[in-house]
């Protein structure tokens, strides 16, 4: 399933922004969609954003869709989200993923994304 190394969470206050990144290793990153999920506490997941192998299609859920934008840098194996005019409701867990709608073991280990005032 390869490596996945989330990096970047933290706090910030509504209307904040912050950039998340995600090493990838062990797997053909070049070839791989991507995408990022979250999970909020008590909470099932939910994809945030998606991205061809290319980087050239994206694709977002309307509660993200504006604020969110993911990206990837296929000669550093990376990839990253854009998060601005955070909202309380984006706390969550954040993991990236291998592929879309992938199971868990294709995902990293997760940052922690608190957005309060």
């Known amino acids: 399933e390869g490596q996945l190394v989330e990096s970047g969470g933290g706090t910030v206050q509504p209307g904040g922004s912050l950039r998340l990144s995600c090493a990838a290793s062990?797997?053909?990153?070049?070839?791989?969609?991507m995408s990022w999920v979250r999970q909020a506490p008590g909470k099932g997941p939910e994809w945030v954003a998606r991205?061809?192998?290319?980087?050239?299609?994206?694709l977002y859920p309307d509660s993200v869709k504006g604020r969110f934008t993911i990206s990837r840098d296929n000669t550093k194996n990376m990839l990253y989200l854009q998060m601005n005019s955070l909202k309380p409701e984006d706390t969550a867990l954040y993991y990236c993923?291998?592929?879309?709608?992938?199971?868990?073991?294709?995902w990293g280990q997760g940052t922690q994304v608190t957005v309060s005032s």
């Open positions: 993923a291998r592929g879309f709608r992938t199971p868990r073991n294709y």
């Open positions: 062990r797997f053909i990153f070049s070839r791989s969609d």
């Open positions: 991205i061809d192998f290319a980087g050239g299609g994206t």
